[in-house]
C-alpha cells in the first residue's frame, strides 16, 4: 500500500462544476503540499497546511490530521484548471508524493 | 516564473554516458531538492542538500550523486546511464526543510537515454 493515496485518479468535469480531490496518508507528517502540474510538466505550490483550512482565489485546501486526510477543492472550474493535482507529505525530511489526480474540464 | 533554473531544459544521450545536470535555486533559499519523475513511478524524492551540506537522501541510486556549492547552485550527476533512467527531473528549492516550508519547483530537465 502506497504511504500518499489520491482519488480519484482521473477525474473530468464541465466548466462551472464544483470539484473535489481527496489524499490520504498513513505516515506521520509535519506538512502537507499540493501541487498543480500542467500539460507542459511544470510544477507549482499551491498549499502547504498543517491544519485546518487554507484558501487561496477558487482553490481551498482542508486537512484533517486525526483522520490523516486531506482535500482540495476547485469552485466554478474552468478549462484553464485542466492540469494534474499531486499530494505530497513532508514526512522525515523529505516529500512523499501521491500519483496524481489528473483534472480535465471540458468548456 | 519560480525563481529556480535548471539547465539543460533536454538533454539526449546513450546508455554508458555520464550527464551533469544543474540547478541555481531561488534567492535566499539555502535547501535545495532533487526529484525524478517517471512515468510509471511518479514523483520521487532523490536527495535534498542545505547550506552545502547533504541533509536527506531517497531513493536514489548508486550511480548517482549530487552536491551544492558555496554559491548553492546544486548539480546533479548521473552516471552509467541505463535506458531506465529517462525521466523528468526537477530541481526544487525552498527557505529552509521542505516539511515546514513551501517549496518552488524549477521547469525540469527531460533526460532520454537511448
Known amino acids: 500500500k502506497n504511504e500518499v493515496e489520491q482519488s480519484p485518479q482521473n477525474l473530468t468535469a464541465q466548466e462551472g462544476e464544483f470539484i473535489t480531490i481527496n489524499c490520504s496518508y498513513s505516515?506521520?507528517?509535519?506538512?502537507l503540499h499540493w501541487l498543480q502540474q500542467h500539460p507542459g510538466g511544470g510544477i507549482v505550490s499551491l498549499f502547504m497546511?498543517?491544519?485546518g483550512k487554507k484558501k487561496h482565489g477558487r482553490l481551498i485546501a482542508t486537512i484533517n490530521i486525526q483522520e490523516k486526510h486531506s482535500s482540495l477543492h476547485i469552485t466554478a472550474s474552468h478549462p484553464r484548471d485542466s492540469a494534474v493535482y499531486i499530494c505530497?507529505?513532508?514526512?522525515?525530511?523529505?516529500?512523499?508524493f501521491g500519483k496524481g489526480t489528473k483534472l480535465s474540464v471540458k468548456p | 516564473d519560480s525563481g529556480v533554473t535548471q539547465t539543460p531544459k533536454h538533454l539526449i544521450t546513450a546508455t554508458g554516458q555520464r550527464v551533469t545536470l544543474r540547478c541555481s535555486p531561488r534567492s535566499g533559499d539555502l535547501s535545495v531538492y532533487w526529484y525524478q519523475q517517471s512515468l510509471d513511478q511518479g514523483l520521487q524524492f532523490l536527495i535534498q542538500?542545505?547550506?552545502?551540506?547533504?541533509?536527506a537522501k531517497g531513493n536514489i541510486l548508486e550511480r548517482f550523486s549530487a552536491q551544492q556549492f558555496p554559491d548553492l547552485h546544486s548539480e546533479l550527476n548521473l552516471s552509467s546511464l541505463e535506458l531506465g533512467d529517462s525521466a523528468l527531473y526537477f530541481c526544487?528549492?525552498?527557505?529552509?526543510?521542505?516539511?515546514?516550508?513551501?517549496?518552488?519547483f524549477g521547469p525540469g530537465t527531460r533526460l532520454t537515454v537511448l
Open positions: 542538500y542545505y547550506n552545502g551540506e547533504e541533509r
Open positions: 505530497a507529505v513532508g514526512s522525515q525530511g523529505n516529500l512523499i
Open positions: 505516515v506521520g507528517i509535519s506538512a
Open positions: 497546511l498543517s491544519s
Open positions: 526544487a528549492s525552498s527557505v529552509g526543510q521542505v516539511t515546514y516550508n513551501e517549496q518552488f
